[in-house]
């Protein structure tokens, strides 16, 4: 109970960045941009149209220079008008763009620009090892038995690959042990241009000294098809509370632990509906997760219950699927070097909603419990009135 409580301190300090700067820790990168309404304005006057077109099948907007996520403007393009919907990728992401811009507080526009031409200096000037990474080829990426499952994409083919040693935790083999290799080697390609050009790269968050931002590095085309073909699919079944069938953009990055590198990360939440946690490898001692049960903003601080402590050892190749707000940590890595690969999944359509919510989160194991109580009390309630009703009938 002790460390328990401990842990329930550290959250505090960390969800209450989270909550500031969108971001575990810190403002690394530009917050996702606000969900657009669909009576927006448009430049020229046009508007976006009030009831979108479900039929049209968006266009596919990879090479293009992007202000926001490809996975925003293939969400947007359905509400785009009739006549704009035959035009070129280019007029389409430009009227989009202009949309969400101006919509875009202008301080977040600033930032945004200098995201951009921040990320644009590393394309232009890193020079990737390792190019056939930058684009999913998934028989090469994926294990076979992660890819028939996802190819039937039903309750029963994930639960053939997967356990769920703790509610809300799935683990699953999923990466190639070449593919790993390819990824390190990448990472350590990175590393060493950072050092010999002395680019001052961002880091993931405030709490990671090491590692990066993979969406910096121009690998973000390869994330967003990560996310959309199988992530979703399996999100969509397992965590459909927390938006899992709507999540539309992603932060990727990979964090590095070890002797020279960093040690363990504090207890907190991920600023994610969904977190995909893959370790790529390299050979290690210690650096477990450890769970503790997911909460709610309200209730991030709450005692954690017996059945909601887990720890998980890591396995090169192997995946950890869970809700962002899955409060965890990790456990100091005491010799060798970890290297895990991290995918945020959001949803702009389950943080619009949320922000209405009045009542509990179904999701929320302290919501879950007050909701229960809520429900003896009131039938308790009821009890006591029928027994006093049935009393004054007698009398």
């Known amino acids: 109970m002790s460390s328990d409580r401990r842990e329930g301190q550290q959250t505090t300090t960390t969800t209450t960045t989270v909550e500031n700067n969108g971001a575990i820790g810190g403002n690394s990168h530009p917050a996702a941009p606000p969900t657009m309404k669909s009576t927006a304005t448009a430049v020229s006057s046009q508007r976006l149209r009030l009831n979108p077109n479900n039929e049209h099948k968006p266009d596919n907007y990879e090479g293009l220079q992007l202000d926001f996520p490809n996975s925003i403007y293939a969400s947007l393009e359905k509400y785009l008008p009739p006549d704009l919907l035959v035009s070129k990728r280019e007029e389409k992401v430009k009227f989009m763009t202009d949309i969400m811009l101006r919509h875009l507080p202008h301080g977040e526009r600033s930032r945004a620009q200098r995201h ?70 990448e990472i350590n390609n990175f590393e060493k241009w950072v050092g010999e050009t002395k680019f001052r790269i961002m880091r993931p968050n405030t709490m990671n000294k090491y590692g990066a931002v993979l969406d910096d590095f121009g ?136 922000s209405h919510q009045k009542e509990f989160s179904s999701w929320c194991g302290e919501c879950f419990c007050e909701k229960k109580e809520e429900k003896v009390r009131a039938l308790d309630a009821l009890r006591k009135k029928l027994f006093k009703g049935a009393r004054a009938t007698k009398v």
């Open 116 to 185: 951009k031409d921040y990320r644009q200096k590393i394309i232009s000037n890193y020079q990737p090892l390792h190019r056939e990474l930058y684009t999913l080829n998934p028989e090469k990426c994926f294990v076979p038995d992660f890819l028939e499952a996802i190819k039937e994409s039903t309750d029963v083919s994930f639960r053939k690959i997967m356990s769920e040693p703790s509610p809300g935790v799935f683990v699953f083999d999923m990466l190639q042990p070449s593919y790993c290799e390819m990824m390190l080697s």
């Open 219 to 354: 690998l973000d085309t390869m994330l967003d098809k990560l996310m959309d073909n199988f992530i979703r699919p399996i999100a969509k079944i397992f965590f459909n509370d927390v938006g899992g069938s709507t999540l539309d953009s992603h932060h990727g990055f990979v964090v590095e632990y070890g002797n020279d590198r960093d040690v363990d990360l504090g207890f907190h939440v991920d600023d994610s509906e969904v977190t995909l946690n893959v370790c790529l490898g390299n050979v290690f001692v210690g650096g477990e997760l450890f769970f503790r049960g997911t909460r709610c903003e309200k209730h991030v601080n709450t005692a954690t219950k017996p059945d909601e402590i887990f720890d998980y050892c890591h396995i090169p190749g192997q995946a950890v699927l869970h809700r962002g707000r899955h409060r965890h940590g990790a456990r100091a890595t005491t010799s060798g070097h970890r290297v895990n690969m991290l995918l945020w999944c959001r949803s702009s359509v389950f943080r619009e909603l949320k």
